[in-house]
Every structure is written in structure tokens, then in C-alpha cells.
């Protein structure tokens, strides 16, 4: 069996939280340097932790010296896991040497490289993976098989079919394996992919996952062959079908099955049709998207629908989420997602700070206004510039730092003094240097 591969940073954030140096890591710009520098391992893995949560790339250079001179693995693994989340190629050089001498690493430093190679996709890495898989005893396949999916090209897809049909994997690597050639399929694999996508007697995820594949050939002969395989028991398999469906965006007979799916009787199918119709800038899609959106008993599924009637771009749909986000009585939850969904979809923006400032004057709305300073802090529109400006000058200091998260996003001009204002308080503590580490990276 092989090894699992955990997400990279999530050890980095527990040291975060667990370690008494947690509270300041970041705070202090050149304390941070030093730290990198001429601190302990434990003080640099969860300064990287920090950095991590914080999305701040700023000490690349010194952080990449670091690495070179480590010689504790614990502390090697978090870097590595520093620019695994950050999707940096600066240690591709380091991934492509572990592949040459694969034993020569801990396992688990080696499915962080594995991790690190699907994350940048290094196309270069994709024959060190495929020896270590030919050559190994399947001790290397639970990270090396996901790792070439991303990173493989041209024949992997067959090579890792043969590789399926050759060694004996369990129900889980299999899986893992075709869920890997759902994302190298190729003509020249298109008839194996259809004996298994038909295949009654396999297990649902692998027909799933071939079907898949079928799907990202993108040739139109096999959308009958896809919609028949829609008539089946398993939810699992029926999303499958309307996910490799959702490539064919012209197609009348993948649209009419989506349509269909739409109302299918379990969310799972649900969800993956009208993201397909999201896909597919299906319009006639609406009136089942606004239905699903008032009427469906599943928050997800609702929540789902939003997003795709803000992609759709129509009136009725923006009409629609407005009126849920500004109904009083609607949940917070709802009328934050109604409003993730428009400025996803850069649409009635002004109306979104509208609704956002009347949180403002209510404390008794905190919790909204919160939730909708974190949307807010996700896109860069220039008519957020001024509801960034009164989050920055509200009394409540939580509401401030949320409008310092805004302002990192959208870096709007209008209010950098304000900005300036924060992170020049001597009294401001953790706030006011939270605003001068974003001044530093502006």
C-alpha cells in the first residue's frame, strides 16, 4: 500500500495554532526576516504558517535560501509545502533530482514532492514518474499516479491504463488511476474508455471516470453514448455522465439531458447539472436554475444555482439575487452567497456596498457585514473603493481589519491614506501591523 499524501500545509497551520510564537509570527516585518534567518526550526515552520494563511509570498528569496541549507527534514517538508500552496516553480529543479533518486528521500518528503509536481503540473516531471511507477512495487503509486495525471501529456493516459491492467491495485488505486487517465484521455484510448464506461460489472468510480474521459475527447459522436449511460441507478455515475456532458456546450442533446438533470431526484445529480449549465452558459437553463435557486430543500443546491443564474448574466436572475440579499428575513448565509455570486459574476456590484453599508450603521448586523467584507476581499472591482473606505473607518476594530483585507485585494488608490493611517498608529497593535505588512507588500 502506499503512502497517503497529506494536504501540505495543513501540519503548518497546526503548528500555527499550537505554538506560542503563533500569535506573533507576521506581525513584525523584519522581525520575520530575522526569524527566517537566524531563527529556530520551530519558530521558521510556523512563521511559514502564518505566511501561508496570510497568502504572503513576500520573503521568496530568503525563504529559498532557507531550503538549500536545511538539514532538518521537518523543516524541508514545510517549505516544500509553502510553495506547493502558493503554486511557485522555484523548487522544480529540487522535485525533478527527488525522482531521480526517489529512495534516497522520506516518504513523506517524497509525496510532498509528488504533491508539489501536480500543483505547478511540471510537464518535465512526467517520466521520473512514470519509472518510479514501472520500476517500484506500488509502494510510490498513491502520490506518483495523481502527480502524473496533472503533470503527464501525450501516451500516459495508455501507459496508465496498461499500468491498471498489468498490476494488481485495489478498488481505491484503481480509481485513483482512472481518475488520473480521466485527465490524459486521448483518441488513441477511446475504445478502452468506452468497454469501461459500459462495463455494468465495474466499480461505479472507475466507469465514472472513464466517462469522464470520454467526455474531454470532445468529439461529439460520443454524446449519444454518454446520454445512455444516464438511465442508471447510481447518483454517482449519473453526475459522472452530465459532468463529461457539460464539454459539449452546443450540443441539443447533452443540453436537453442537463435540463433534465437539473430535477433529478438526488443533489449530487443535481449540483453537477447546474454546474454544467454554469459551464455551458446554458440560458435556457434559467427558469429550472430559479426554480432550484427558491424551491430546492438542499442549501447547497440553492446556493449552486445563484452562481449559475449570476453567470448566465440575464436580468431576471440579478433581479432574483438582489432580492435575496436584500430581504431581511433571509438567512445570513443566503443573502452573503447572493451576494458572493454577483460580484463572482461582476454584476450590481454598487447594489452589493449598498446593501453592505446598511450593515455598517447596525451593529446588530455584525455578522453580516463580516461575511460580506470577506466577498468583498476576494475580487478587485473599482466600485468597491468606497465601501473598502468605511470598513477602514469604522470604530469596530474587527470591521477595520476586515476592510484592510479589501483594500489588500482591490489596492484601491482612494484610500491608501487610510491605510497609511492604521498602520502608522503606535497604539494599534496587531492591527496596525497588519496594515503596514500590506503597505510593505504594496
Same mark, same amino acid.
Given at each position: 500500500m502506499?503512502?497517503?499524501?497529506?494536504?501540505?500545509?495543513a501540519?503548518?497551520v497546526?503548528?500555527a495554532?499550537?505554538?506560542?510564537?503563533?500569535?506573533q509570527?507576521?506581525d513584525?516585518?523584519s522581525?520575520?526576516r530575522?526569524?527566517?534567518?537566524y531563527?529556530?526550526?520551530?519558530?521558521?515552520?510556523?512563521?511559514?504558517?502564518?505566511?501561508?494563511?496570510?497568502?504572503?509570498i513576500k520573503?521568496?528569496? +530568503?525563504?529559498?535560501?532557507l531550503f538549500?541549507?536545511?538539514?532538518?527534514s521537518?523543516?524541508?517538508?514545510a517549505?516544500?509545502?509553502?510553495?506547493?500552496?502558493?503554486?511557485?516553480?522555484?523548487?522544480?529543479? +529540487?522535485?525533478?533530482?527527488?525522482?531521480? +533518486?526517489?529512495?534516497?528521500?522520506?516518504?513523506?518528503?517524497?509525496n510532498?514532492?509528488?504533491?508539489?509536481?501536480?500543483?505547478i503540473?511540471?510537464?518535465?516531471?512526467?517520466?521520473?514518474l512514470?519509472?518510479?511507477?514501472?520500476?517500484?512495487?506500488?509502494?510510490?503509486?498513491?502520490?506518483?499516479?495523481?502527480?502524473?495525471g496533472e503533470?503527464?501529456?501525450?501516451?500516459?493516459?495508455?501507459?496508465?491504463?496498461d499500468?491498471?491492467?498489468?498490476?494488481?491495485?485495489?478498488?481505491?488505486?484503481k480509481?485513483?488511476?482512472m481518475?488520473?487517465?480521466?485527465?490524459?484521455?486521448s483518441?488513441?484510448?477511446?475504445?478502452?474508455?468506452?468497454?469501461?464506461?459500459?462495463?455494468?460489472?465495474?466499480?461505479?468510480y472507475v466507469r465514472?471516470?472513464?466517462?469522464?474521459?470520454?467526455?474531454s475527447?470532445?468529439?461529439?459522436?460520443?454524446?449519444?453514448?454518454?446520454?445512455?449511460?444516464?438511465d442508471?441507478?447510481d447518483?454517482?455515475?449519473?453526475a459522472?455522465?452530465?459532468?463529461?456532458?457539460?464539454?459539449?456546450?452546443?450540443?441539443?442533446?447533452?443540453?436537453?439531458?442537463v435540463?433534465?438533470?437539473?430535477?433529478?431526484?438526488?443533489?449530487?445529480?443535481?449540483?453537477?447539472?447546474?454546474?454544467?449549465?454554469k459551464?455551458?452558459?446554458?440560458?435556457?437553463?434559467?427558469?429550472?436554475?430559479?426554480?432550484?435557486?427558491?424551491?430546492?430543500?438542499e442549501a447547497?443546491?440553492?446556493?449552486a444555482?445563484?452562481?449559475?443564474?449570476?453567470?448566465?448574466g440575464t436580468?431576471?436572475?440579478?433581479?432574483?439575487?438582489?432580492?435575496?440579499?436584500?430581504?431581511?428575513?433571509?438567512?445570513?448565509?443566503?443573502?452573503?452567497?447572493?451576494?458572493?455570486?454577483l460580484?463572482?459574476?461582476?454584476?450590481a456590484?454598487?447594489?452589493?456596498?449598498?446593501?453592505?453599508?446598511?450593515?455598517?450603521? +447596525?451593529?446588530?448586523q455584525?455578522?453580516?457585514?463580516?461575511?460580506?467584507?470577506?466577498?468583498f476581499?476576494?475580487?478587485?472591482?473599482?466600485?468597491?473603493?468606497?465601501?473598502?473606505?468605511?470598513?477602514l473607518a469604522?470604530?469596530?476594530?474587527?470591521?477595520?481589519g476586515?476592510?484592510?483585507?479589501?483594500?489588500?485585494?482591490?489596492?484601491?488608490p482612494?484610500?491608501?491614506?487610510?491605510?497609511?493611517?492604521?498602520?502608522?498608529?503606535?497604539k494599534?497593535?496587531?492591527?496596525?501591523?497588519?496594515?503596514?505588512?500590506?503597505?510593505?507588500?504594496?
Amino acid at each position: 500500500m502506499g503512502v497517503k499524501i497529506k494536504p501540505p500545509l495543513a501540519a503548518l497551520v497546526l503548528l500555527a495554532l499550537g505554538l506560542s510564537l503563533g500569535a506573533q509570527a507576521g506581525d513584525d516585518p523584519s522581525r520575520d526576516r530575522d526569524v527566517i534567518r537566524y531563527g529556530l526550526d520551530s519558530e521558521i515552520i510556523t512563521l511559514l504558517g502564518t505566511l501561508g494563511k496570510e497568502e504572503s509570498i513576500k520573503y521568496k528569496d +530568503d525563504i529559498l535560501l532557507l531550503f538549500r541549507d536545511a538539514g532538518n527534514s521537518a523543516l524541508r517538508e514545510a517549505v516544500i509545502g509553502y510553495f506547493t500552496a502558493f503554486k511557485d516553480d522555484s523548487l522544480k529543479k +529540487d522535485a525533478l533530482a527527488a525522482l531521480e +533518486d526517489p529512495f534516497g528521500e522520506k516518504n513523506s518528503t517524497l509525496n510532498l514532492w509528488f504533491k508539489y509536481i501536480a500543483e505547478i503540473r511540471l510537464k518535465e516531471a512526467a517520466a521520473g514518474l512514470r519509472r518510479i511507477l514501472s520500476e517500484g512495487s506500488g509502494e510510490y503509486l498513491d502520490g506518483a499516479v495523481p502527480a502524473l495525471g496533472e503533470a503527464g501529456g501525450p501516451g500516459d493516459g495508455a501507459f496508465l491504463l496498461d499500468y491498471m491492467d498489468s498490476n494488481d491495485v485495489t478498488a481505491g488505486q484503481k480509481q485513483a488511476l482512472m481518475r488520473a487517465v480521466s485527465k490524459l484521455a486521448s483518441p488513441d484510448i477511446a475504445g478502452k474508455l468506452t468497454e469501461i464506461a459500459g462495463d455494468d460489472n465495474e466499480n461505479t468510480y472507475v466507469r465514472m471516470y472513464a466517462a469522464e474521459a470520454l467526455g474531454s475527447l470532445g468529439d461529439e459522436q460520443y454524446v449519444p453514448l454518454l446520454a445512455g449511460f444516464y438511465d442508471h441507478s447510481d447518483p454517482v455515475f449519473r453526475a459522472g455522465v452530465v459532468r463529461a456532458l457539460s464539454s459539449f456546450g452546443d450540443n441539443r442533446e447533452a443540453q436537453a439531458l442537463v435540463l433534465q438533470a437539473i430535477r433529478d431526484s438526488h443533489y449530487r445529480v443535481r449540483l453537477e447539472a447546474i454546474g454544467a449549465a454554469k459551464k455551458m452558459k446554458l440560458k435556457k437553463a434559467e427558469p429550472y436554475l430559479l426554480a432550484r435557486a427558491e424551491n430546492d430543500p438542499e442549501a447547497q443546491v440553492k446556493y449552486a444555482a445563484y452562481g449559475a443564474l449570476a453567470a448566465l448574466g440575464t436580468k431576471e436572475g440579478e433581479n432574483f439575487l438582489l432580492g435575496v440579499l436584500r430581504g431581511e428575513k433571509n438567512s445570513d448565509a443566503a443573502r452573503t452567497r447572493a451576494a458572493a455570486a454577483l460580484l463572482e459574476g461582476g454584476i450590481a456590484v454598487k447594489e452589493v456596498a449598498a446593501a453592505a453599508e446598511a450593515t455598517l450603521r +447596525d451593529d446588530r448586523q455584525k455578522n453580516l457585514r463580516y461575511s460580506l467584507g470577506k466577498e468583498f476581499a476576494r475580487v478587485k472591482n473599482s466600485d468597491l473603493a468606497g465601501i473598502c473606505g468605511q470598513y477602514l473607518a469604522h470604530q469596530d476594530a474587527a470591521t477595520r481589519g476586515t476592510g484592510l483585507d479589501i483594500f489588500a485585494r482591490g489596492r484601491y488608490p482612494g484610500v491608501l491614506d487610510a491605510v497609511k493611517a492604521i498602520g502608522a498608529d503606535e497604539k494599534g497593535g496587531t492591527l496596525a501591523a497588519k496594515a503596514r505588512r500590506i503597505l510593505e507588500e504594496h
